[in-house]
C-alpha cells in the first residue's frame, strides 16, 4: 500500500493524509534511503499529480497499476540547462493534426530504468518559459525514446537514474497532463509534496545516523570508559537529536499544510531546507563519533553520509528553497 499512500482508494490509493505519508517515508529512509526515494517520486510526483490534473481516462488508465505497484513512474523536468531555471526548457513539444512531437533531453531522471511511464515537461510556446510550458504522460515504450545512463552517483545508487533523450516522439493530444501552457504549475505543485517527502527522507538517514552514532558511543571504550560519558560527544550527540527533531515539527506542519491548504510551498521550503541540512550533519557528526570505523567504505555511516548529500539537492537545491522562503517572507 505504499506506492499510492495519498491518492484516493477511489483510484486504488490508501487515501492516508500526509502526516502519515511523511511518517512512513521517514521509517522506511531509516533503512533504505534510495528506496523512500523511489516511493517519493511515485506517489508525489507521479501519482499525486495525475490525480490532481489528469483526465478520467488519464486516472483510469494509470492510477491503478501506478498505485498498486504493478508499474512504476518518472519525473522527467530538469535538463543540462533547467536545473533550478526549471522554467528554461529546451525540450519542445510542437503540436500538428497527429498531435505533439517531442524532441530534447532530460536529465537525471529517478526510476526512469524501471518505470512504465514518465511526466515529461516541455516548450509548447517558445521563449515563453513558464508561461509556454507545458506537461506530458508519455509511455516510455514510444517510438523515439532512448534511455541513456546518467553519471555515476556518490549515494543513493540504486535510483535508476536515466536520461531520458526525445527524438521524434510522437504523443496524442490526449496525453498532455492539464491545460496547455500550465506545465510549469503542474511542476510546482508536484514539487510541494515532493519536498515534503524528500524532507521525510532526510529524517530518516538522520534519524539512522543517529541511532548509530548513540550505538557507537555506549559500546566504544577509550580512557577506560564509553565514549558517550564524555561532554564532547555528548554535546554533539545533543545537538543531533535536537535538529531532527526540530526538522520533524517543520516537516510534519508542513505535511499538514499539505493537507489543509491550497498551497504549501512555503511550508514545504521550510522543511526541506532544514531538514535535508540537519540530517547531513547529523551523519557528519556521526562519521566524527565513530572515527575510522565510521570512514572506512562499507559502514553504515559512511553509506548515509552519501546518501543524504543529494537531499540538499534534488527536488530544489537548499539555495532555492531559501529563494522561496525569502519571496513568500518579504511578501508578506
Known amino acids: 500500500g505504499l506506492m499510492g499512500l495519498c491518492v484516493s482508494p477511489a483510484h486504488g490509493g490508501a487515501g492516508r493524509d500526509y502526516v502519515t505519508y511523511a511518517a512512513a517515508i521517514e521509517i522506511i529512509a531509516s533503512a533504505s534511503a534510495t528506496l523512500a526515494v523511489i516511493l517519493t517520486v511515485n506517489n508525489s510526483l507521479v501519482s499525486e499529480t495525475i490525480e490532481q490534473f489528469g483526465t478520467p481516462a488519464q486516472k483510469e488508465t494509470w492510477l491503478p497499476r501506478l498505485t498498486s505497484g504493478a508499474v512504476i ?10 536545473g533550478s531555471d526549471a522554467a528554461n526548457q529546451q525540450t519542445s513539444a510542437r503540436l500538428d493534426e497527429r498531435g505533439y512531437l517531442i524532441n530534447g533531453r532530460k536529465v537525471w531522471v529517478a526510476n526512469a530504468d524501471a518505470a512504465s511511464v514518465a511526466i515529461g515537461f516541455a516548450a509548447t510556446e517558445p521563449d515563453a518559459r513558464g508561461r ?38 510522437r504523443v496524442d493530444a490526449e496525453a498532455r497532463l492539464g491545460e496547455p501552457g500550465r506545465g510549469f504549475r503542474v511542476a510546482m505543485r508536484a514539487l510541494e509534496g515532493g519536498r515534503v517527502a524528500i524532507a521525510a527522507q532526510a529524517l530518516g538517514v538522520g534519524q539512522a545516523a543517529l541511532e548509530e552514532a548513540l550505538r557507537y558511543a555506549r559500546a566504544r571504550k577509550q580512557f577506560g570508559q564509553p565514549i558517550g560519558n564524555f561532554q564532547a560527544i555528548q554535546f554533539q550527540l545533543s545537538d543531533i537529536a535536537t535538529e531532527l527533531a526540530a526538522a520533524r515539527m517543520l516537516t510534519w506542519k508542513a505535511a499538514d499544510a499539505k493537507d489543509r491548504a491550497p498551497r504549501a510551498s512555503l511550508e514545504a521550503a521550510m522543511a526541506k531546507l532544514h531538514a535535508s541540512e540537519s540530517a547531513h550533519r547529523a551523519a557528519d557528526r556521526a562519521m566524527q563519533i565513530l572515527a575510522s570505523s565510521g570512514y572506512k567504505r562499507g559502514s553504515l555511516v559512511e553509506r548515509l553520509f552519501r546518501d543524504v548529500r543529494a537531499a540538499e539537492i534534488y527536488q530544489g537545491t537548499s539555495e532555492v528553497q531559501r529563494m522561496i522562503i525569502a519571496e513568500h517572507i518579504l511578501a508578506d
Do not use: Q, Y
Request: charged letters at 15%.
Open 73 to 82: 513512474g518518472a519525473f522527467a523536468l530538469s535538463e543540462a540547462e533547467a
Open 132 to 169: 509556454g510550458i507545458s506537461a506530458f504522460l508519455v509511455p516510455l515504450d514510444t517510438p523515439g525514446i532512448a534511455r541513456v545512463e546518467s553519471p555515476e552517483s556518490l549515494g543513493v545508487r540504486g535510483l535508476g537514474c536515466f536520461d531520458l533523450v526525445f527524438n521524434n516522439v
